[in-house]
DNA sequence: TAACTAACCTGGGGGC
DNA sequence: TGCCCCCAGGTTAGTT
């Protein structure tokens, strides 16, 4: 399952490989992958086929590929792809192997690398690609991260500012940042933490709060920050709220630098390999085994349609807040 | 307006 | 061996 970690992976190894090429051609094998794609924007295949590849940005699971050309009226535009719970983002040698449940091949041509092709592989159908303008946004900063090589204005495509400027695509506009984004604002996400009256792990998956956590990774802080998810995002104190993003933090750094989580084909890198970080889990997936603090077996319980592991020692469920007392009866 | 629920989707695994 | 059912979970439209 792709959460913040996979998606940079792919996000990393994608961008090198892209930037400053050109899309010569595209097929698409399943409809219900371009389901992001607005037909008003035009069709798909013909907005992207002759079209420079700018960059490889990404803001949580989001990845785009700001274009060049012929941007015609509509202004900048994009390529999105979200990879939903089993979409793979595939380089291949032209010709040299099949992939199973292939849904949109991209025909790339690099003036350095030649001529390879970009797979859209997806079990599921839950991820998707689609084309779309780039708006401003609405902090000013760059819309998502783009790596150290474009930050840094070394990218073969750095020649266009367009790739790393202050613009995001629209159906992301509404996705907060995510906490390794430089442009992440603390404050900002302490102050709407504070105001969500529901569960702290609901409000760690609500991307609009915070981008690029998903179930396995929740779990995770939550666990190294003892909290029970059910425990209510406005009773957290600050230091509470600075500990648990810190958690997060850890968590997914630790992940991203041993290739994001796999637990089978699901998740591969840009060349078909597997992460390592499932060897380091805590408490995902780890239900019967004891905690890894104090020994106590894990246990998993369902929740909003999903599952939730925890430590029933280390992670208490909070207690019900204290009624206000009523009010005194007046005096007969 | 905020919080919550259900639907989308399919390969793999378990039970019979 | 084959069939059926359940499970996984990110996003979003719809409901409360």
């Given at each position: 399952m792709p959460e913040l970690p996979e998606v940079e992976v792919v996000r990393a190894g994608l961008s090198p490989a892209?930037?400053?090429?050109?899309?010569?051609?595209?097929?698409?094998?399943?409809?219900?992958?371009?389901?992001?794609?607005?037909?008003?924007?035009?069709?798909?295949?013909?907005?992207?086929?002759?079209?420079?590849?700018?960059?490889?940005?990404?803001?949580?699971?989001?990845?785009?590929?700001?274009?060049?050309?012929?941007?015609?009226?509509?202004?900048?535009?994009?390529?999105?792809?979200?990879?939903?719970?089993?979409?793979?983002?595939?380089?291949?040698?032209?010709?040299v192997e099949e992939d199973g449940l292939l849904r949109i091949r991209l025909h790339i041509e690099h003036p350095v690398q030649g001529e390879f092709w970009v797979n859209f592989v997806d079990q599921r159908i839950f991820g998707s690609m689609a084309v779309d303008r780039l708006v401003p946004t609405a902090d000013g900063q760059p819309g998502g991260y783009f790596g150290e090589v474009l930050a840094s204005g070394a990218s073969a495509a750095s020649d266009d500012s367009a790739a790393s400027a202050a613009l995001v695509p629209s159906q992301v506009a509404h996705i907060a940042r995510d906490p390794l984004d430089p442009a992440f604002d603390e404050a900002l996400f302490f102050a709407a933490l504070g105001r969500k009256r529901t569960g702290i792990k609901r409000a760690l998956l609500d991307q609009t709060l915070i981008s690029g956590i998903g179930n396995i990774y929740a779990d995770e802080a939550l666990w190294a920050a003892r909290l029970h998810y059910e425990h209510p995002a406005d009773r957290l104190t600050r230091p509470r709220m600075r500990e648990l993003l810190a958690e997060v933090r850890l968590v997914l750094g630790k992940a991203l630098a041993e290739g994001g989580t796999s637990f089978d084909a699901q998740y591969v890198n840009v060349n078909g390999a597997s992460g390592c970080f499932s060897h380091s889990l805590n408490a995902y997936g780890q239900q019967g085994k004891p905690c890894p603090r104090c020994g106590t077996p894990l246990v998993r319980e369902a929740f909003m349609n999903r599952s939730s592991h925890l430590c029933p020692r280390c992670q208490r469920r909070p207690r019900a807040p204290r009624a206000t007392p009523a009010p005194a009866p007046p005096a007969t």
């Open positions: 892209v930037s400053g090429a050109v899309i010569t051609a595209v097929e698409v094998f399943d409809e219900r992958s371009l389901k992001r794609h607005s037909p008003l924007e035009g069709a798909f295949d013909a907005l992207l086929e002759g079209r420079t590849i700018l960059g490889a940005g990404r803001r949580g699971k989001f990845l785009w590929f700001p274009l060049g050309d012929s941007a015609g009226p509509a202004g900048a535009q994009a390529l999105v792809t979200h990879l939903g719970m089993s979409g793979q983002v595939l380089l291949r040698t032209p010709g």
